[in-house]
């Protein structure tokens, strides 16, 4: 395995950890929160209010807190470099919120019980786009760790993503001091990973040719004073 930049890997390894002991309860450190013991399915998700964003894993729904300027910024930024790469190529990006269905086997649309929104993804096959959005697992997932979302990002949705099947799943800090890649082994599982610091190109295995500068990326980004 590569490590490109020493430390970042078990860096997220202590973010995890330490998000963990804040956690408190979750409404003090707003992390997404379980709506109640019920179990939902997608039929019980769509009738939720427009303005709520919601995911579902597994029958638990979590509510989103809105995200912050930086957060969106990165988002815009990133979404820019992946339509640019992937510019007539087969593979298209999408960004959140996009509801990404990832069906247990047989089930449907109305009764799938995850449906999560990753901040952005990339999708190979277009059999897999749908109306409502991505049914099956995205080649690739980005997700921008906030501090509402730790715990979501590397412990829960990370799991998730293993085992639905997705290949690459990059993990971006705000401050764009490191970026992690991992990817899906034939066991299912994530590898030790990559990590970029802040003077490198993070570089995809999945979509080759697909580099991105932090540098690059840190210059455009405006943060509110």
Known sequence: VRQVYTGSVPRL???ACMASHAYNGGKEMGVPMPK???RYTYADYRNWPEDERWELIEGEAFAMGAPSWTHQELVAILTVELRLFLKGKPCRPFVSPVDVFLPAPGQTVADIDTVVQPDLGVVCDRSRIIPRGVFG???LVMEILSPSSVLHDLNRKKDLYARAGVREYWVWSQALDW?????LTAEGIWDEGESFGPEQSARSQVLA???????????????PE
């Open 179 to 183: 970026v992690t890649i991992q990817h």
């Open 36 to 38: 109640n013991e019920r």
């Open 137 to 139: 697992a995205p080649d």
């Open 209 to 223: 040719g697909l580099g991105i500068s932090l540098a690059d990326i840190r210059a455009e980004l405006i943060r």
């Open 13 to 15: 390894k202590r973010i």
